[in-house]
């Protein structure tokens, strides 16, 4: 089983369409979560951190659930510029362990 | 506009060839990463340095060697590499290890291994 699990996509969405992805967890002991961003052939980014009473950034809205050790993002009004490849990632015993990814094309 | 950036950014190499990935962050940082990113998979974390000591080595072959002079610079020396090496490889830093903090990453290189 993978530790951090996401559906790849892709996801394909009209502009100002909600968007929402989801990532599941292994490792129960894991204590921080992330979402990062990354385009394409660029470096992954951090969008915003998730903390166990749902946070929200704007647009962007994360959700954690320690006892299905699942976390969602959402997005609403997306934007052209939203299209990317979206990472869940885990912090556990020290380390930051990265999903696959689950791509997003938002379209005009 | 990074304060992690990386040299080169695109490496071709033959299979015999010695080459090294330099890294650098400005940021004041004490921890530093090496990670490998291949097509459609997770990022790998290679190596990483807490306060220019290698802290973990995640079963890394030999033919990948780093170094790590200072808590600003970052090193991967390569030799004799392997086609399925070719792969993004992503430096990174952050203020301390362990800290569930968020690390800042370089543009990474490109490397393609002939």
């Known amino acids: 089983r993978k530790e951090v699990e996401q559906d790849p996509g892709p996801f394909n969405v009209p502009e100002g369409a909600t968007v929402a992805f989801n990532c599941t967890y292994s490792?129960?002991?894991?204590?921080?979560f992330f979402w990062y961003r990354q385009d394409c052939r660029k470096e992954p980014k951090l969008l915003m951190s998730?903390?166990?009473s749902g946070n929200e950034d704007g647009r962007f809205t994360a959700q954690l659930n320690r006892a299905s050790q699942y976390i969602s993002l959402l997005i609403r009004d997306s934007k052209l510029s939203d299209s990317a490849t979206y990472l869940c990632?885990?912090?556990?015993?020290?380390?930051?362990?990265f999903g696959s990814g689950t791509q997003l094309t938002v379209l005009p | 506009e990074t304060g992690v950036t990386q040299t080169p950014r695109h490496l071709v190499m033959g299979m015999t060839n010695k080459k090294s990935l330099k890294c650098e962050q400005h940021?004041?940082?004490?921890?530093m990463y090496w990670y490998k990113q291949s097509a459609k998979k997770p990022l790998e974390l290679m190596f990483v340095?807490?306060?220019?000591?290698?802290?973990e080595n995640n079963s890394v072959p030999s033919r990948f060697s780093p170094e790590c002079p200072n808590s600003s610079h970052l090193f991967l020396h390569l030799h004799t590499l392997q086609p399925e090496d070719s792969a993004l490889y992503l430096c990174?830093?952050?203020?301390?290890?362990?800290?569930?903090?968020?690390?800042?990453f370089g543009p990474g290189t490109r490397l393609t291994v002939t």
């Open positions: 998730v903390y166990s």
């Open positions: 990174a830093s952050s203020p301390q290890r362990g800290v569930p903090i968020e690390q800042y």
């Open positions: 940021l004041g940082h004490n921890a």
């Open positions: 340095y807490n306060f220019k000591e290698q802290t």
């Open positions: 990632v885990v912090n556990a015993e020290r380390q930051l362990t």
């Open positions: 490792n129960s002991a894991s204590q921080s």
